[in-house]
């Protein structure tokens, strides 16, 4: 019985005997990983890492986006954080892991290893290779080399400003091999992923990232040489609801109220001072909306060039203003109304629905009679005269003034309204197909 326990537990010590043998043998010490940067790491960083130096080398890249910080649409200039995944096999970098305690992968300095001088093509800043500063390298026992580069990108973006503040725009980077001979073609440029990684991504208050997408280019001379681009892209919507609030919206309360100076009474002699103030305000708040929009730019935004017409309507106003005031402190006496300018005052009376004096009301006069083909129905016949224009005491400059007043009052606010309603809804139904 006693013998029959010992021979299981000799077994499992035996089998202990042979796991530690194989552990021990297996250890990753310091050693094997110091042997292996001996060992491998003995070629020119320098000198492209291929057999055949006429064979192309394969670099694919993926760009992991951490941030936009700023997008300067002045300057159209955009500000980005991000780092890159960039894969290629180094055969000059291959080991056995038997050899060095089943040691994988090893992470060398960044000097010890070529890299390609990877630049972007649209940057602002000096054209230098990407990852001088914050650069992590990893080999793999069969030749992989992963580098893993962080940069904080400086492009420029154009900027299209037709829908501001409700604009959508699109800015990209473009990536290069930098100093490689065209004719020779050395390395290969590809996309790991159809799109930016946005796992790392930080959301930005004043932007909202919608999509992006990353596309490989080519461009020939003609003569066969190619020169190969990686592009990615992102498109950005601006959050409106600031600029809406802070810009836009005292704008349009400012072009609603002006065009009340004309129900200012002439008597009052503030009509001028109120409509001059009104116009130097609207060129305060253009110099404000001007500040956010780029300095050079092919697109024209809308809500400028309506900005621009209220300005000139808020002109227009002064102007009115002056004449009417001038037809007001006219003296009847010395410069009676011409016939002429009667007629057309009391017709435009008529047309703003504005009664004239009591004496030259209009009459109406109401006749009743039987019409045999209507089967002796009644039918009554209305007749309307006027008798203003008959009588030149009546019609005054103070009226004419008047009439002018109604006339501009309702025409300039149905304009404005038009035209501040159609500029919002082209904004709207911009801002809700690009979301």
Not at 85 to 104: C, F, K, S
Not at 366 to 384: F, I, Y
Request: glycine letters at 4%; a neutral charge; hydrophobic letters at 45%.
């Amino acid at each position: 019985m006693e013998l029959g326990c010992e021979r299981p537990f000799g077994q499992m010590l035996r089998l202990c005997l042979v796991l530690t043998v194989v552990r021990l043998a297996t250890c990753q010490s310091f050693e094997n990983f110091s042997k292996i940067h001996d060992d491998v790491l003995i070629h020119n960083p320098r000198v492209r890492p291929v057999l055949n130096y006429s064979d192309q080398l394969t670099i694919s890249i993926a760009l992991h986006l951490m941030s936009i910080n700023s997008f300067d649409t002045v300057t159209q200039k955009l500000t980005s954080t991000g780092w890159m995944e960039i894969y290629w096999h180094n055969p000059l970098t291959m080991w056995n892991p038997a050899d060095y305690g089943w040691a994988y992968v090893i992470y060398p300095r960044a000097d010890k290893v070529w890299r390609p001088k990877l630049a972007v093509w649209n940057s602002l800043k000096e054209l230098k290779p990407v990852g001088e500063h914050y650069v992590t390298i990893s080999l793999v026992a069969d030749g992989g080399t992963g580098w893993y580069p962080a940069e904080k990108f400086e492009t420029s973006c154009p900027v299209d400003v037709t829908y501001f503040p409700f604009d959508t725009q699109r800015c990209e980077w473009v990536f290069f091999i930098w100093g490689e001979d065209i004719h020779i073609r050395q390395t290969e440029l590809q996309n790991l992923r159809p799109g930016i990684d946005m796992d790392t991504y930080t959301t930005n208050g004043a932007w909202e990232l919608i999509s992006s997408r990353a596309w490989r280019e080519e461009l020939g001379d003609g003569n066969g040489n190619r020169s190969v681009f990686l592009h990615y892209e992102v498109t950005i919507r601006r959050r409106p609801s600031l600029l809406a609030l802070t810009v836009l919206l005292p704008v349009v309360v400012l072009a609603g109220i002006n065009v009340f100076v004309f129900t200012i009474p002439s008597e009052s002699g503030e009509r001028l001072s109120y409509a001059v103030t009104a116009l130097l305000s609207f060129g305060v708040f253009m110099s404000f909306i001007l500040d956010y929009m780029p300095s050079s730019t092919e697109t024209l935004s809308i809500v400028a060039v309506n900005m621009s017409c209220l300005l000139v309507l808020s002109a227009v106003y002064v102007l009115c203003c002056v004449l009417s005031l001038r037809l007001f402190h006219r003296d009847d006496h010395k410069h009676p109304v011409p016939k002429s300018l009667q007629t057309v005052i009391v017709w435009l009376e008529v047309l703003v629905c504005l009664d004239p004096p009591s004496r030259n009301k209009v009459h109406v006069i109401k006749v009743e009679g039987t019409d045999a083909s209507n089967n002796g129905k009644a039918r009554a016949l209305k007749r309307w005269r006027h008798d203003a224009y008959t009588d030149p005491s009546e019609m005054t400059w103070r009226r004419v003034s008047r009439t002018l007043d109604k006339l501009f009052f309702r025409f300039f606010f149905v304009l404005f309204l038009a035209s501040s309603t159609a500029v919002w809804v082209i904004l709207s139904v911009n801002y809700a197909r690009n979301g």
